[in-house]
């Protein structure tokens, strides 16, 4: 038990180290996109991050203040709509990221327009995708989107687009036209960004075959493709002549994106009539899949 209960402390330890350093290494990244790229040059990014800057360049206030003046709300809807752990956790990584804009310098990398767009918006993505990963965000807009989610018909990525077309709009009227447009490119390539950091550069597609040679099948993804399947019993529901047993099984994998065209190919060279149902997975745990890049 005492070994057991050990090992347990040094798993949880290491977790929470694993994601302390993911997000001290996202407050960093997020600090040079914004002090090496975007404050310098006067571009914004979307979301609550967006309209710090928006607002700073209004009013000259320092960008810290309204970043931790237009979260703090969203910090305490966290605390009720997800945990307070991650309502913590999220205090702390905004506090810091607001204290190291104020508190350090970093040199201006560029005065091109288009790489302040492009690589600004990717060194602010990849901190807020390394924070998320860590179990806190440096953004509030996805918490005010988890919560309008709840209250509407809307989806989140519905709510945070509209949230984002609003703020543009406003952009264009208090700037100039060019710059909201460049923003919306630093925006693009933010999102861009921590869809990468979240989801890796291949993501997981959910395969279920249906097929009267399941048992070749099922070999075939095994033992060709290493990969891991599960066996659901089903029964046929359209009644037909050929058919001499109605239970069927059903063939359920899940691989990468990559390798769903060597996965059909396999079955096909099987059962060309077999029906392949595929549908995208955000992300798997445990089992006999392939791990994605950085992940």
């Not at 990559?258 to 060279?269: A, R, Y």
Request: glycine share 10%.
């Amino acid at each position: 038990m005492k070994a057991t209960r050990r090992s347990r402390r040094l798993l949880q330890t290491k977790i929470y180290f694993g994601r302390a350093v993911l997000i001290l290494m996202g407050v960093g990244l997020a600090s040079f996109g914004l002090k090496g790229f975007l404050l310098p040059n006067h571009f914004i990014d979307g979301g609550i991050t967006g309209i710090s800057l928006l607002t700073y360049q209004l009013t000259g206030i320092p960008v810290s203040v309204w970043i931790i003046a237009f979260n703090a709300p969203f910090i305490l809807m966290g605390a009720k709509q997800i945990s307070k752990s991650f309502a913590i956790k999220t205090t702390i990584a905004i506090l810091t990221l607001a204290a190291v804009i104020y508190f350090i310098d970093f040199p201006v990398i560029t005065d091109d327009k288009l790489l302040i767009s492009i690589f600004g918006g990717f060194f602010l993505g990849s901190g807020i995708g390394l924070a998320i990963r860590g179990g806190c965000v440096i953004d509030g807009t996805e918490i005010l989107a988890v919560y309008i989610n709840r209250k509407s018909i809307l989806s989140m990525g519905d709510i945070i687009l509209l949230i984002n077309v609003l703020i543009f709009i406003v952009a264009a009227f208090i700037l100039n036209i060019e710059t909201a447009l460049y923003s919306i490119l630093t925006y693009l390539s933010a999102s861009k960004t921590v869809d990468f950091i979240i989801q890796g550069i291949e993501e997981y597609t959910g395969v279920t075959i249906i097929s009267s040679k399941s048992a070749q099948i099922r070999e075939a993804i095994t033992k060709k493709l290493g990969r891991g399947v599960t066996i659901y019993k089903g029964e046929r529901g359209l009644e037909h002549s050929q058919f001499k047993n109605k239970d069927i099984d059903i063939i359920f994998t899940v691989v990468t994106r990559l390798e769903v065209s060597k996965l059909k190919e396999e079955v096909e060279l099987i059962d060309h009539k077999a029906f392949i149902v595929m549908s995208t997975i955000s992300d798997t745990k445990g089992g006999i899949i392939k791990p994605r890049p950085l992940h």
